[in-house]
């Protein structure tokens, strides 16, 4: 098999910056349609890029892109963000859940407001998502167009270490991964792909540049996760489901040992670990 996204129509969200950009970004270089899902429009000095800018840069990429203003919790706004997609392009193939929130914060510093926003956006956004992709999903595999979705989430563990510094953060994270493993195989029986992608390490992206102490110098770049993407995305949906693939592991799968490229700091060999890999 050809691997290849040329052609295919893929939904990200969280698009506007980061990791999620990142995976458009490497699927317009093969010719594919992006729908960029995200919440930003106006410029933010602290969080560099809007769903415009994005979509210069997917179609800069060779890809064609289509930014649809979207609050993932909303599910009138998902909804309406499917319609959009299949009235430009016709349908959808891939489905990345990639919009997260996050908020490292013991309990008594976790206001139930801060709660709501993790649940909303990483375990509610993504169940919506699905589920408002998926009539489109099913097409695509009754066409024969390999369809997956691939949430940007942890393996699971059930270790107290990955759950008591944080409990909220980590059962929001955990709660994308049980989808993954859920809809995994419900969707089976449709031909549907549902994985899972998780860093080794921490990945520069804005949003961890409001973490403090964080040293970005320490850290690989989303074009890591891209790629991995790239290779979760065009395997074959019916034999590549329920599976919580790590970054490093699946390209050294694949023959791809020298990670450097990816290196924040070319020549870095300790890296900040990411959370929820054992």
């Not at 949430?151 to 709660?175: C, D, I």
């Amino acid at each position: 098999m050809t691997r290849s996204l040329q052609g295919k129509t893929l939904v990200v969200t969280g698009a506007s910056r980061g990791i999620g950009l990142a995976i458009a970004k490497r699927a317009a270089a093969d010719g594919a349609n992006l729908v960029l899902l995200a919440k930003t429009t106006e410029p933010n000095p602290k969080l560099p890029g809007t769903l415009y800018s994005a979509a210069a840069e997917v179609e800069a990429a060779g890809g064609q892109a289509l930014p649809v203003p979207t609050d993932i919790r909303d599910e009138a706004a998902v909804a309406a963000a499917v319609q959009a997609a299949v009235a430009r392009f016709g349908g959808i193939d891939i489905l990345v859940n990639n919009a997260s929130a996050i908020s490292l914060t013991p309990t008594p510093a976790t206001p139930m407001k801060r709660f709501d926003l993790m649940f909303g956006v990483n375990v509610r956004g993504t169940y919506c998502c699905t589920q408002a992709c998926l009539p489109e999903l099913i097409k695509s595999a009754q066409a024969g167009r390999n369809p997956h979705v691939l949430n940007m989430s942890p393996p699971l563990s059930m270790r107290e270490h990955w759950f008591k510094g944080h409990v909220a953060y980590t059962m929001a994270k955990y709660g994308m991964s049980e989808c993954t493993l859920g809809h995994a195989g419900e969707f089976r029986p449709h031909g549907i792909a549902v994985n899972s992608l998780w860093p080794r390490t921490a990945i520069a992206t804005a949003a961890l540049q409001m973490i403090p102490g964080v040293d970005l110098k320490l850290c690989r770049k989303p074009e890591i996760l891209a790629d991995a993407a790239w290779w979760i995305l065009t395997s074959d949906a019916k034999a590549t489901t329920g599976r919580f693939f790590i970054d490093d592991e699946l390209l050294a799968h694949h023959g791809i040992h020298d990670l450097d490229q990816y290196a924040v700091t070319p020549g870095t060999t300790k890296f900040i670990p990411d959370f929820f890999v054992d």
